[in-house]
């Protein structure tokens, strides 16, 4: 998952492409148009089951005034989830020949996957991680399946590089066991142990190869994850308002959460899309650190709506905390997104202290908004909107201040 091959693409002609098998080989990193595929896209959908899972849990969790509980099982789970998650994604980046096979393996994931989602309330409430942990085995198997076959059919440090991907994730299965047969409170040293394993897996890996994955595909995959994400925090959102408005008829209540929280929302997406990130995804080190960074800018993403649903649920007295812990369900996981992007993105693409400061200021002012009471949300989402004004009206100055000439990339 960092920098680019100079390995080029298997030949595709008519007949070859066609065929049920081929061979798994390494597209190329300068191949015109490409785009994210109708399986890639079934892929992510199914995987935002797993993520409302965890959401729906938190929300149970933070209603109830377990915040530390909660938070904790959710990092856990949400980890599962985006890694394997961005495995695929970068593999399939790098080798995905939509033969056959691979849309079969690719499928036993996506089976994976929803059978951690089926484990994924007996891990909040039980502790019991045994069926989140078989979802998670079933989607790296699979993983471990493809690298053994991009491994056949390469040659030489590519070969070295895929078969040290299937080992590393191999070995690492064994160790996440810990989380079921150990003690419970061994579990979170556990998990933290077998995060640095997993994710020091790539590193390793391509020591001394580097996959050709292709950074347009990547960052419009992640994009669309992002997109996904943030649409399910709106439908979560959305059906927590319905039947609290149905069940205990305060609307009155619960508009300026709606509200509010659409703010954040539109706001969150338009800010991580302002600027295209591809261009800035040329070294590993960029690729790592945006990549692996994206962790927090989606569990943040879909805590958001979690927040927004505890929100309506302290309104109408069904949650058992008060209104400030509440608004932190919201703000706090607001502010952590705001920051992610701006460190993952558009710091990289900003033009003076002023344009650099906007979304660190308003992810200070959004923590803020957690001590205005009932109006908490709707202020946080005021505060989010105003961030993408403020920056489009210092686009817009600095563009004039330059004579309407060409728009810099920062903008």
Partial sequence: MTSSSSQSPAPTGAPARHRPLRRLTARGRDEAHRVASPLELLFDLCFVVAVAQAGMQLVHFLAEGRAGQGI???????????????????????YDNDDALYRVVTL?????????????????????????????????????????????????PERTAAVRYAVGVLLCQVGWLGLVVLPEPA???VFLVMVVAELAVPMIAERNFMTSWHPHHIAERYGLFTIIVLGETIAAATVAVKSAVDEHDALGELLPIAAGGLLIVFAAWWIYFVVPIHGHLRSSA??????????????SAAAIG?????AVEQAVGSAHISATAAAAAVTLPTALYL?????????????????????????????????????????????????????????????????????????
């Avoid at 484990?119 to 909040?124: E, H, I, T």
């Avoid at 460190?343 to 803020?368: D, E, N, S, W, Y």
């Fill in 72 to 94: 904790l099982n959710y990092a856990m789970v949400f980890f599962a989830i985006w890694w394997a998650w961005m495995n695929f994604s970068w593999f399939a980046s790098a």
């Fill in 108 to 156: 036993v994931q996506i089976a994976g996957v929803l059978v951690l989602a089926a484990g994924v309330s007996r891990a909040f409430d039980d502790h019991d991680f045994l069926v989140v942990w078989l979802g998670y085995v079933i989607m790296r198997l699979a993983m471990v399946a493809q690298w053994l076959r991009a491994a056949r059919s390469a040659e030489g």
């Fill in 187 to 189: 579990r979170p040293w």
């Fill in 286 to 299: 960029q690729a790592f650190l945006w990549g692996y960074g994206h962790y927090v800018v989606f569990a």
């Fill in 306 to 310: 979690a927040g927004l649903e505890v």
């Fill in 339 to 411: 920051l992610a992007v701006w460190v993952l993105h558009a710091r990289h693409f900003k033009v003076g202290i002023a344009q650099q400061l906007v979304l660190p200021v308003t992810a200070l002012l959004v923590i803020c908004c957690t001590f205005f009471g009932d109006w908490a949300v709707l202020a946080a989402g005021i505060v989010s909107g105003l961030a993408v004004v403020v920056g489009v009206t210092l686009t817009a100055r600095m563009l004039a201040r330059q004579g309407g000439g060409r728009r810099p990339a920062g903008a």
